[in-house]
């Protein structure tokens, strides 16, 4: 069966050791994570984890499964299942030449992201969007040297309210 | 109400009903030891931390609550690691309390200091660092919630000493409610009915059970479902005695040593109703070819149990006790007429295939370490609580030990820890003081935690420990016999010691059997005197025989070596 990317968005409680929890889950049943991101919600004491993993149906399944199981998991909602927007952050510092300059600053003002950080030799660049922006702004910008890049990992939320 | 964190702790397991604890005094619990020893809790002084673990394993499968340990922290700690990876793959309750060292030194590498916490984190159902005094009593309640509720497991909870040793004013923590963590209870009906009417329409059906009919206490309720729905029986090792073993509609064991006719009504039959059971690779050999002509129906309580290993037809979440209960009176409803019409051809095979191939041996000069279970068996009725070690010991047990009700079989099903039985055999015998309670051990295993026989002795216990001493690592011996062209890889232990003298060293009493005719003697001896400390029977067994039924590793479960 095929693999496919899945959203997985999880409350937890806000305790110590729950991020440890999962990510054993994951590493010690050999699962995958893509990407994982953690933070406090409007909710005192619960945290929202959203994690990204390539598995295949029945696998999926049995990750959800298996997360529910741990106690501090409150729910688990798989947003790939319905509508969803998704957003991730990244941060590119690339080299900016003076020849360069104008061109990077056109793709930035296309792009809508911000210059956030000047150097002599580099701009520091902040990009938010889906994975198809940031990809696509990153191979525009590779010609002209990428240095460096520090990325969130996605979060999301249903679009309706659930 | 002033208290410190040790009186809490006692206070509050009194409140859940704790009246033994079995474990092993350090530094880190001194201050919960000071406590312990102002209450009626008994407590059994262990001679390691593994043998803690176990016992109270043994306990709480005997007893039917929720077994406690308490150790101290690093290696006391470090040291409960395999027991409770046991009690979690085979769903035992227990709280496992282990002493940490004062707050202010953890993560600087103090004296004794481990994180028991992450180390056991993939191995407890859910653990605990307390954080503080005045959070202790919660946790333990929750603790212990957790530990026996849903699918029962191990909690672990960590005291750092300062927590234990702080006084506090006192707080009733209240009724336990946990917002992330309600266990499915009731299963849904609609799903029922679908397997009332697979039940009506099945013409080869089987029933296979698991340790899940033994935790939630439903034997009677299977029984009552299988006579009224005329359906055959097979079990797991960790469901024997779930149904009764000499009950006409009983197939034996299933998987890796099954019978002959339970692995092949699993592969012929055309439903399959899975109850409390979670479908191991020791069951399922293949499991492409398992149950391929079925429908499969999976009821347990664990969703991840379901369709984690084999495809299912109709899945059901719930506890196995409500789930029959509710099926018994929709069978009361349902068409059963000319049941046992539909279901006689079925009947008819299997009575074929018992005939074709039953367990056997041939006794012949030497003893066969079958002959002194099915010996055991019968004086003792049938009635003894076992334990077993793990490897060809426990697979003979289970064969040839037939067992009738629940809770007489007690094993380290899952993880198959090797040295398990002794100390699971002393915690069986403290929760059950007027029962026989015989460990049936291998000359291999019993050496893992022979320490225990000081336990043993120090508390008086008639524990009978029955050694069927073949000198090898049997199983694996038999496997490098098998599948190894014969090479003996470090299988072979030509130094034992002397367990007669061994046991006489423990203060207990050594028996040995050499040839066919002591063997009853032995036994005889061993289990009717001797009330008030452990009796080791060795008996010296047939080097080289192996156990079949064997389904190699892999293979599908039909494809049985028999002889």
């Known amino acids: 069966m095929a693999e496919e990317k899945h959203v997985l968005s999880i409350l937890v409680d806000n305790k110590p050791g729950v991020l440890s929890r999962i990510a054993g889950l994951f590493s010690g049943r050999g699962y995958n994570i893509d990407s994982l991101c953690v933070a406090e919600t409007m909710e005192e004491g619960v945290s929202r984890i959203t994690l990204v993993t390539q598995a295949n149906l029945p696998l999926v399944e049995q990750i959800k499964k298996q997360l529910n199981k741990l106690i501090n998991v409150i729910k688990v909602f798989d947003m790939t299942e319905t509508e969803y927007v998704q957003r991730e952050l990244a941060m590119i510092k690339v080299t900016a030449k003076p020849e360069n300059r104008a061109e990077i600053l056109r793709i930035v003002d296309i792009f809508r992201c911000k210059v956030v950080d000047v150097g002599a030799e580099h701009y520091t660049i902040e990009v938010t969007g889906d994975e198809g922006k940031l990809a696509a702004i990153r191979s525009l910008l590779r010609p002209m040297g990428i240095k460096e890049i520090a990325r969130t990992g996605m979060i999301a939320l249903f679009r309706d309210v659930k | 109400m002033k208290l410190s964190g040790a009186q809490i702790l006692m206070k509050t397991l009194r409140e859940e009903g704790v009246d033994t604890i079995f474990g092993y005094p350090g530094g880190a619990v001194i201050d919960i030891y000071d406590e312990l020893v102002k209450t009626d809790i008994r407590h059994v002084l262990v001679r390691h931390e593994q043998g803690a673990v176990h016992a109270a ?259 059901v979440v719930g506890d196995c006790h409500a789930a029959l209960t509710t099926l018994n009176g929709m069978l009361d409803e349902a068409d059963l007429t000319d049941i046992a019409g539909k279901r006689e051809q079925w009947f008819a095979r299997i009575g074929e295939w018992k005939n074709l191939s039953r367990l056997a041996y041939v006794q012949g000069e030497t003893i066969k370490p079958q002959y002194v279970v099915e010996k055991l068996y019968e004086l003792t009725g049938g009635d003894a609580i076992i334990t077993t070690e793990v490897g060809q010991n426990q697979m003979w047990a289970a064969q040839f030990y037939h067992f009738n009700r629940p809770n007489h079989f007690i094993t380290s099903g899952g993880l198959g820890v090797m040295g398990f039985g002794l100390p699971a055999a002393i915690g069986a015998q403290i929760a059950q003081p007027d029962r026989l309670v015989v460990d049936i051990a291998g000359d291999g295993s019993i050496q893992m935690n022979i320490q225990e026989m000081a336990t043993a002795v120090q508390c008086r216990l008639p524990v009978k420990v029955v050694i069927l001493n073949n000198g090898y690592l049997g199983m694996v011996r038999q496997w490098q016999e098998l599948f190894y062209d014969k090479r003996y890889a470090c299988t072979c232990m030509d130094h034992a010691p002397d367990f007669v003298k061994l046991a006489e060293a423990f203060g207990a009493v050594g028996l040995r059997a050499t040839t066919v005719d002591e063997v009853e003697t032995v036994l005889k001896k061993g289990l009717s005197n001797y009330k008030d400390r452990p009796v080791i029977m060795d008996f010296v067994v047939d080097k080289e025989e192996s156990v079949y039924p064997m389904v190699p590793a892999g293979a599908p479960i039909t494809e049985m070596l028999l002889v």
């Open chain 2, 57 to 315: 394993d043994g306990y709480a499968r005997a007893a039917g609550k929720v077994g406690v340990c308490l150790v101290t922290s690093g290696p006391g700690a470090t040291n409960t690691v395999t027991g409770i990876a046991s009690a979690y793959m085979d769903s035992i309750p227990l709280v496992v309390i282990t002493g940490q060292v004062p707050r202010g030194l953890i993560g600087n590498d103090a004296f004794q200091e481990v994180d028991i916490v992450g180390i056991t984190r993939p191995c407890t159902k859910h653990n605990y660092l307390v954080e503080s005094t005045d959070s202790l009593a919660r946790v333990i309640k929750e603790a212990f919630y957790i530990a026996r509720s849903g699918r029962p497991g191990p909690v672990l909870i960590d005291i750092p000493k300062d927590v234990a040793n702080t006084t506090v004013d006192y707080k009733e923590p209240g009724d336990v409610k946990m917002r992330s963590y309600n266990p499915t209870i009731n299963p849904n009906k609609r799903q029922l009915q679908k397997v009332v009417k697979l039940v009506e329409k099945a013409r080869r059906p089987v029933i296979f059970a698991g340790g899940g009919i033994i935790l939630s206490k439903s034997s009677e309720e299977l029984t009552r479902f299988a006579r009224q729905a005329q359906i055959p029986v097979t079990t797991s090792l960790m469901g024997l005695g779930a149904f009764p073993g000499s009950d006409p509609f009983w197939l034996g064991m299933i998987g890796m040593h099954g019978t002959y006719r339970a692995n092949m009504c699993t592969s012929e039959c055309d439903l399959l109703i899975a109850i409390g059971v979670r479908f191991d690779d020791r069951v399922t050999g293949k499991t492409d070819a398992f149950a391929a002509q079925a429908e499969i129906v999976h009821i347990d309580i664990d969703p991840t149990s379901i369709r984690k290993n084999i495809p299912v037809t109709v899945p």
